[in-house]
């Protein structure tokens, strides 16, 4: 059977333009659809005659091969034509798409308007900066949509042309083995649409890359992981679509004092062994300044002096919580000789003697017990 002439097929004009083709096309497509048509094989013929001519008629380079050459120039049997869909007959690729015209397929994404992703920016900051919070300025890349082109990605005096893979549908069909599988089209990434002559300015992506500031408020208390949402100000959306959000997240640099738990806080002091035996005052940070604390006699080392409200008051309300510090008790070193001999009478004075030692004597009671000596 002679196949008959591509325009005759879509019943237009040798000259048609592409919205004419497209027209056309879309009449033919929807009257001999198989859903509307079941099991009407004049219809389905009809179906794939005008789905092969629009294709070919759609792609500009193909057109003019099929304008010079006739059939021979676009049919894949005769090796013509441009690059196309491998083995995917052409039904296939249309059947497929149309059924989600007449609402019966998949939810697809045909392109359109498509919100802008949400941007994440970590922000640093001091713990003294996170605990009574602090307005900073941020500097954020993102996307926004580009000046040049007004966002269409299309050289200034040109415009976005269908997307001859897809005619314009965003999907194909490809065969893989004794499969066929749609998925978004390859070349335009579902758009429909393709970018002939792209603007140099975003290299047709229509959006640019642009720095931001950004004047962030971060309420007092917040710790590391803590989100704040900027509504609005993530990337642009595509083609109209809304804008993302950006979300700056807190990271809380480590401390040179102060350890942070949640909403307490955490130090340690190293004392003195004889303020630790005799019991004395010490002199400890907090955040708001130094506080003293008494330390009774005989403090142990690893002894923890809780100062309460003396944490953090929580971002998200409540009491503030405490600030607890834990005594290292410390070995003098670099004695001189006076201290040497105070020390070695002192030493003379513990022996044998349990009372001074509460734990060690305790200790080596339970070593003797282990190696049987009592
Ligand atoms: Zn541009
Ligand atoms: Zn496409």
Request: charged share 25%.
């Amino acid at each position: 059977m002679a196949k008959r002439d591509y325009y005759e097929v879509l019943g237009v004009e040798r000259g048609a333009s592409e919205a004419d083709l497209k027209k056309a096309y879309r009449r033919l497509a929807m009257k001999h659809h198989p859903d509307r048509n079941p099991g009407d094989k004049a219809a389905e013929e009809s179906f794939k005659e005008a789905n092969e001519a629009y294709e070919v008629l759609s792609d500009a380079s193909k057109r003019a091969a099929y304008d010079q050459y006739g059939h021979a120039g676009v049919d894949p049997q005769m090796g013509g034509g441009g690059p196309g869909f491998g083995g995917a007959n052409f039904s296939d690729i249309f059947g497929d798409v149309f059924s989600d015209f007449f609402g019966g397929g998949r939810g697809g994404s045909r392109g359109g308007a498509q919100r802008g992703s949400d941007l994440r920016y970590t922000l640093e900051l001091d713990l003294e900066e996170a605990v009574r919070g602090t307005t900073v300025s941020i500097r954020v890349p993102t996307l926004v949509n580009c000046k040049v082109c007004e966002g269409s990605g299309a050289k200034k005096g040109s415009a976005p042309i269908t997307c001859p893979t897809c005619a314009g549908i965003g999907q194909v069909r490809m065969q893989q083995g004794f499969f066929s599988v749609q998925q978004t089209c390859p070349r335009c990434h579902g758009q429909g649409k393709v970018i002939s002559d792209p603007c140099d300015a975003c290299h047709g992506e229509g959006r640019v890359e642009e720095f931001k500031t950004l004047s962030v408020k971060v309420p007092p208390g917040v710790d590391t992981g803590d989100r704040i949402r900027l509504s609005g100000e993530g990337e642009a959306g595509a083609q109209g679509g809304p804008t993302g959000d950006l979300y700056v997240v807190i990271n809380v640099r480590e401390h040179s004092i102060f350890q942070r738990d949640g909403k307490n806080l955490y130090c340690e002091v190293p004392i003195s062994f004889t303020d630790a035996a005799l019991g004395g005052e010490l002199e400890v940070p907090t955040l708001d300044g130094r506080v003293k604390l008494k330390i009774p006699d005989g403090t142990q080392t690893g002894k923890q002096f809780r100062l309460r409200g003396k944490g953090v008051a929580p971002v998200r309300g409540g009491a503030p919580g405490d600030l607890l510090c834990r005594v290292a008790v410390e070995t003098p070193v670099n004695l001189d000789r006076r201290q040497r001999e105070l020390l070695e009478e002192f030493r003379a004075s513990l022996e044998g003697n349990t009372t001074n030692s509460p734990k060690a004597s305790g200790w080596f009671e339970g070593m003797k017990r282990f190696f049987g000596d009592l």
